[in-house]
């Protein structure tokens, strides 16, 4: 059974990933996926972080190849997205040039860098001690509450440097999966950590993420999930669906609702759609 959609995919912009939208829609198509959202690594207003994520003077060009996909693949839906950390500072580019401006269909949250007492922590192998998975939930909780994000991905990241579940994991756990309950913002079961390199906890070879303990707090605390493999290659496009789907139904997780096409609050569509697009939410 294939994705449903597949809405977390990058492009070469990132500088870490291969390939440009057509060739991800290609894939999508030869596998029957109906929708494919785009969503490279969103360029900061302060260049912090410039190593893995387009810069500002590429958002014309990654536009234009949503253009130029949509031209090629008339049978696909294919969305207009990125992958955005949030930081107060970032707030208003997000929400008024991205979003309004620009008129993207959705935005992914992601919390890759944790500001950990006047430091930045990476959250995948950083996150070591109760104090840092704090300001790790703590972030992603607002960046949840910004609204901004349609879900968020791959929450359980840290799990590939945090090896052991103990309590202050559950703790952080149960801190964001309560907040996206509430708040209605799905967590992402995210494919890319099964194909990183295994880690060995004290229960065995396990992937870096997703971590399954997560995942059944999670449910117990009524989270939804969106499926996504996190493709930086188009070959990767739709790779472990059946992973991710095996856990959902382990742990009992619903899937939440596809993301949906919006409509520009400008009026004007940078990606050259022919119909209006609803607000993109899950």
């Known amino acids: 059974m294939p994705y449903r959609a597949s ?8 500088q870490h990933a291969s390939g440009d939208v057509s060739d991800y829609a290609a894939v999508a198509r030869a596998g029957n996926c109906p929708i494919l959202g785009v969503s490279d690594h969103a360029p900061t207003i302060d260049n912090r972080w410039h190593g893995w994520r387009m810069a500002l003077g590429e958002l014309d060009d990654y536009e234009a190849a949503v253009r130029l996909a949509r031209r090629n693949f008339p049978d696909l839906t294919i969305l207009l997205g990125l992958e955005c950390e949030w930081l107060p500072k970032f707030d208003g580019f997000l929400r008024d040039e991205l979003l309004g401006r620009r008129g993207y269909d959705y935005l992914i949250g ?15 192998n950083g996150l070591l001690d109760a104090g840092a998975l704090s300001a790790y939930a703590k972030l992603m909780i607002r960046t949840m509450e910004s609204g901004l994000f349609a879900f968020i991905a791959h929450p359980d990241a840290f799990a590939a440097g945090y ?19 509430g708040l209605g913002v799905a967590l992402e079961l995210n494919g890319y950590g099964i194909r990183k390199p295994a880690v060995i906890d004290d229960h065995g070879i396990r992937p870096a993420y997703p971590w399954r303990p997560f995942w059944e707090m999670a449910a117990a605390c009524g989270a ?15 790779a472990n669906y059946d992973d991710l789907e095996a856990i959902r139904v382990a742990c009992g997780l619903v899937e939440a609702p596809l993301l949906q096409p919006r409509t520009c609050p400008s009026g004007q569509d940078p990606a050259g759609r022919d119909s209006g697009f609803r607000a993109g939410s899950v």
């Open 224 to 238: 939804t999930v969106s499926l996504n493999s996190d493709a930086h290659r188009p070959e990767d496009t739709l």
């Open 163 to 181: 090896l052991n579940w103990d309590d202050d994991v559950a703790a952080c756990a149960r801190d964001i999966a309560t907040a996206a309950a």
């Open 7 to 14: 809405c977390h995919t990058h492009t070469f912009r990132c």
């Open 110 to 124: 992601s919390c890759h860098i944790t500001p950990v007492d006047g430091r930045e922590l990476s959250s995948f």
